[in-house]
């Protein structure tokens, strides 16, 4: 960065200078990974209700424009559009995950992308660089102020979020450095989220990345009508950083801009819940399975973990559970789930009032392992050991380093199948071939009207 220009002047840069020939090909590859998840995130809680109450809304306003709502085919101004499509891409909270700046971009910058492309008549090499640049912004963004006590009371998605998303619109705008700067200064006066609907099992959460995506999207079009914003949003006296308390790694906010991408850390959860319970979750599954376990003779579990995992609102929560927030937010649910139901997805979720689920959450602890959460703080590895105590008194115990995010072709794998499901076979592999071969897409248009239910 330039000792004379602002973190978000240089920020600016980068978004109107980046080009596809300067993306290395696994950042090209990673992010068609990333729009694969986010689609199928996006078809697969389409039916929960706060997925149909944000398409109800959309309806209620009865508006009109050039962008397209997933599945429904519906039409509004992209600001409209991309906020019912960000609902549903969060909806299950499956979304992907950028561990150091705890968000998820994916349900955010790939639905304002869309949206705004549409409008703009994009091509896929530009909706491409709009969604690497987009991750690029709002993870940096992420990472300046991150720390534990951020995360126990902000929301990190759609804190972090109106900048994502702010700057994958720019982009695709076409705002020139000047204009951009205002669009993002513009945006990080709506940056904002708190984390205690996870303590009160409430719905806002679904809409926050929504609001985020929106959000942005309207700050990059009153950048384009020229309006005067902050270019001292971030490290002014009175902007982001006071704010939200810088950490250290803002002193690397603008380093290696379009040299290192911070979308090749993206990981996808194996489980549709919240990121800080994939480990224990997973572990529980694959205990039950290879173990044989018999979930009729489990007297007890102790679940150690690392701090983040027990102090985060609503993860060590024994119930009982009346809504799917709290169950999919609580260890003790996820990990009786997966030992009652021998199951990894969202079915489990769905039968959150189960009582033999809850009688086995209820009689579940966290506990912090030191040695767990060293490696946590150290390297961001998400370890856990579950011990499960039988009815006989005798102990089951084993252990997982970290995360087994699923494979890029397992999420186009689930996204092919998703769009089978839910649209038909012929689209699906037309979707598919048009994902994995955007570069060559003359108009973002192509993409979109596969989106829709014919």
Known sequence: MSENMSVTETLAKFITSQKFEGLPKPVVDKAKACIFHALACSLNGHHLPWSQAAISYLKDLNVKGDATTILDGLKAPPPDAAFVNSVLGCSTVGEDQHLPSASHPGSMVIPAALAVGEQANCTGKEFLVAVVI??????????????????????????????????????????????????????????????????????????????????????????????????????????????????????????????????????????PSCALVQTAVALAHRMTRDQAINPDNVSSIEIRTFQAAKTYPGLDNTGPFKTMTTAKLSLQYGVAAAVASKELNQSIYDRFEDPFVNRIAASSVVKVDDEIEKQFSQTFQQGCRINITMKDKSVISDTQKDVVPLTDPQVQDNFKNLVHRFIGKKQAEELVEKINNLEKVENIRELTRLLVKK
């Open 134 to 271: 987009g991750y690029e912004v709002l993870t940096r963004i992420g990472m300046s102020v991150m720390s534990l006590e951020f995360n126990n009371k902000y929301r990190p998605s759609s804190v972090f979020g109106p900048y994502g998303t702010c700057a994958a619109a720019t982009r695709l705008f076409g705002l020139n450095e000047q204009l951009a700067a205002n669009a993002l200064g513009m945006a990080g006066s709506m940056s904002m989220g708190f984390q205690e609907c996870f303590n009160e099992g409430t719905d806002e959460f679904y809409f926050q990345n929504g609001f985020a995506t929106s959000s942005g999207i309207r700050a990059a079009m009153l950048g384009k009508k020229g309006i005067n914003a902050s270019k001292r949003i971030v490290e002014g006296p009175a902007g982001f950083w006071a704010a939200y308390q810088r950490q250290p790694a803002a002193d690397n906010i603008t380093t290696g801009l379009g040299q290192s991408f911070e979308i090749l850390k993206i990981y996808y959860k194996p489980v």
